[in-house]
């Protein structure tokens, strides 16, 4: 059974950092691509940035390009966002999730097989 733990969230003035981790257990993790999503109160859930396998390719959201940054510890069976220049805009669940695939089509949510439960991001203005 995949079980993906996501941590790191809390309430932080704009202009302020944050590290999100997420812990995955039941598949190779080393295998599949990795994504983060988020999704604010009255809003659909967007992609926010992943990675492949390997660690070798990245991809974001126009909106968290140069601000947040993706990354994995293969060993540890941990994938982190780091988020950087923090807006009130970013507040939102963030969840992180395992893709079907190693490398190909990670900004597709519908190929991301398993999600975390979600840790909620405030940034106050």
């Known amino acids: 059974q995949v079980q993906l733990v996501e941590s790191g969230g809390g309430l932080v003035q704009a202009g302020g950092s944050l590290r999100l981790s997420c812990a995955a257990s039941?598949?190779?993790?080393?295998?599949?691509?990795m994504g983060w999503f988020r999704q604010a109160p009255g809003k659909e859930r967007e992609f926010v940035a992943a990675?492949?396998?390997?660690?070798?390719?990245?991809y974001y959201a126009d909106s968290v390009k140069g601000r947040f940054t993706i990354s994995r510890d293969n060993a540890k069976s941990t994938v982190y966002l780091q988020m950087n220049s923090l807006k009130p805009e970013d507040t939102a669940v963030y969840y992180c999730?395992?893709?079907?695939?190693?490398?190909?089509?990670?900004?597709?949510?519908?190929?991301?097989?398993?999600w975390g439960q979600g840790t909620q991001v405030t940034v106050a203005s």
């Open positions: 999730a395992s893709h079907r695939y190693g490398s190909s089509r990670l900004v597709e949510d519908a190929l991301y097989d398993y």
């Open positions: 990675i492949s396998w390997s660690g070798s390719s990245t």
């Open positions: 039941g598949r190779t993790f080393s295998s599949y691509a």
